[in-house]
């Protein structure tokens, strides 16, 4: 794959579960919108948060495959389930085989990058996919970057299955978020900054902030994302040189196109059109 198309450029692959990483998508066009952009969502094996490890891997591992093929130099997890179980093998072992010269990112090391500056107690919170808080990834990252801090995980299991049926809205969204906040706050009251350790969470983002205390800071990656992509595309030129400059942004789901569509368009805020794909 290397060789063939080492002269060609492609459009920056954004990969989630489902619907969650539109959220990250949204604030990378609206940043960065000279870019050609695919984003692959595996809505039809969504969610990922109560797999396996290394399920979430090898699911991850054929999105990124996929995204290659389609010409993508570099791809973006804009999956925390994904980036906490699947990241760092992809890295380490897939792509020195398989395509030395792309690169995959991740969501979560951005993400812990921001908190120095938001913190006040560096009491921090995560509500993330089950996946996400057992890996130990966000406490991992927090303590390298800030070794005082403390950082309390708390797994939200029905908030993925919400969003993905359209249900955020919902009163039955109201009980669940209620629920897990006040689970976490219980857990540290000193708490004054939560990540949204799941892309997609900002679409509950109303309800969350209405059961936090008030003023508590609310991190949610979409930007964080987007202003780090941006980073990273000036500091390496020879990946940003492979990413073509259409302003065009196409969708792939692996589930009923017409079902994506509806929701995503919701999502975007614009007609969004996909194309249904097999992994
Ligand atoms: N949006 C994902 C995340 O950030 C995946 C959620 C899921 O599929 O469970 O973790």
Redesign the pocket.
Known sequence: MESKEINEVGPIGIF???Y??LTVLREIVRQLPAYDYLYLGDNAR?????RSFDIVYRFTLEAVRYLFEQGCHLVILA????SAKALRTIQQVDLPAMAPGRRVLG?IRPTVEVLRSLSASGHIGVF??P??IASGSYDMEIHKLYPSFSCSGQACPMW?PLVENGEAGGPGADYFVKKNVDSLMMSDSEIDTVIL????YPLLVDKIRKYLPEGTGIVSQGEIVAASLEDYLCRHPEIEHCCSRGAVVRYVTTEDPAKFDNLASMFMGEEVTSTQIVL
């Open positions: 989630d579960s489902g969650g990483g969504a969610p990922y948060g109560t999956c925390n389930t994904a969501v993330g996919t996946g996400t993925v350790g799941c892309t997609h």
